[in-house]
């Protein structure tokens, strides 16, 4: 047991979870003002749902001992049974591989925290239009058969695309491919939004946006720095990496933008901050400083161009969760099979650039195929069923009325007297 | 000369706008209003205490036109936010003495 570790790790987790209300004010501020608790809703809930799950089973089957073929964890902590005992050298002893040098039950909460905000980045594409029970459904099927077996697949020392040897820092595959293929999967089964893309949906507060880029960005070193479960170089490798990736993504979409529309926006260089974010996160601790300048400003730049492919092939991804967090995040995976660097991290594999060959590429390919084939295909299954039994969509005139009367008997933003509310029964 | 005037359901502004331009209605003005008719309000909740807000929100548009066009732009106004459901708002028209353009000073006919 490290006690620094600790305590960095301790504060990456609850920087990590910060990251959630975050998401929710960057998604909230832009979709339109009848909507924004729905949105905020979406996210907190995930909060509440996942870790309950994650502590009654989820942790289990994610990185109990395999049940063979690297495929999903056995159910010896169900319940989070033997990770609290007293010795906690020898509880940590009892996680298969990892090799902790944290408390156990520290490494189940920062866990947590990538297991809620994982499926929370998929509301950004199904924005306005779908049933809130749907929602919940979703999130506890989705978690189950596919975020906890990836998650396995990738983090576990004895999943099988860890032991090919594939590299994900913080979660570019788990976290953002992985969520960024789920929404076009869900978005194909909910459909478009009413009067898309004909009508103007304008977000409806930008500075609720900024807010939100302002706390992801704030939370990210806790995701990426937190990732080296230690508090050591690679913690500050990572750090300083996440920071300029997201710098440079910044400065890449807003002078994109600049070029192509003439002005450089709000939304633009929020955008490319958390492209740039999402494009580090599988690098973060495995690459130097200038490759993580060249990956952000990558990201801004390519991000903005995948963006209009939905309107192209006309799927309705409403915040462009496609276009950022899967983009971005096959981006950054891939990239990492260039310029990874064993000098930064002994951990990592050498990459192309640095006289690793096509080998890590490879793998990076395989583990990038495999999340966006299982990711996709059991999303879609999913959404299926769900729209089959109680139905993905509210109703027709609940969309034109939005989500926050029809779903949560709230109003965001209630101005003045005018309202001519009575309390019922009175 | 006309003012019509016409209470009708927010997601529906942007279909009449679009049969107004086609008509050839060269400008309107649009605000955010509230009120009730037939349609009920809705309930709110907050902290398990039940709300009856009985105000449900509208666009109202007004538009000037000659006497000869009024009608018209009535009956596309009535068509195009037209959803067959309780709610659906009211059209009326009533006659305008002058208008003036601001910047001209031209009026009647010429101001619209």
Redo the contacts between chains.
Sequence with gaps: MDSGNTAWVLASAALVLFMTPGLAFFYGGMVRSKNVLGMLMQNFFCIGLVSVLWAVLLFSLAFGTDIGGGLLGGFDFVGLKDLGIADVAEAAENVPGLALTIPPLLFVAFQLMFAIITPALITGAIADRMKFAAWVAFVALWMLFVYTPIAHWVFSPEGWLFQKGALDFAGGTVVHINAGIAALALVMVLGRRKGWPGEAMAPHSLPLTLLGTGILWFGWFGFNAGSALAADGIAAQAFINTHLAAAAALLGWVVVERMKGGHATTLGAASGAVAGLVAITPCAGFVGVVPSLIIGFLAGGICFAAIQMKFKFGYDDALDVVGIHLVGGILGSLLLGFFADSAINPAAADGMFNGGGFDLMGKQLLAVGATLVWSFVVTFVLAKIIDATIGLRVKSDEEAEGLDVTQHAEAAYAYGDFGSMGRSGS | MKLVTAII?P?KL?DVKEALRALGVAGMTVSEV?GFGRQRG?????RG???????VPKVRIEILSDDADAQEVARVIVESARTD?IGDGKVWLVPVEDVIRIRTGEMGHDAI
């Design positions: 359901k997601f942007d509230q809705h309930t709110e909740v907050y205490t039940e709300y009856t807000v009985d105000f459901k």
